[in-house]
């Protein structure tokens, strides 16, 4: 699937909780959009046009539970 709105994404059915997750970081001014369904990737848009970062869902999450879920967090993932 290519890059994709993530309010239409269906990995988003599959796994609820990464709605929150997902809810969080917009809140933060990121934007998050599917990379893809088939390994439950996000690209989340870092600092300008073409800087982004790819997260998996299990990532997300993890940094949820670490209190790191914020841009920084995701930058260290990579």
Do not use: C
Request: proline share 4%; glycine share 10%.
């Amino acid at each position: 699937m290519l890059i994709g709105d993530r309010h239409n994404a269906s990995m988003t059915i599959d796994n609820p909780p990464i709605d929150g997750i997902l809810d969080e970081l917009e809140r933060q001014g990121l934007s998050v959009k599917t990379h893809n369904d088939l390994n439950h990737t996000w690209f989340v848009n870092g600092e300008g046009i073409f800087l982004g970062y790819l997260a998996t869902t299990d990532e997300l999450i993890e940094l949820k539970e670490a209190n790191r879920l914020n841009l920084p967090g995701i930058k260290a993932l990579g």
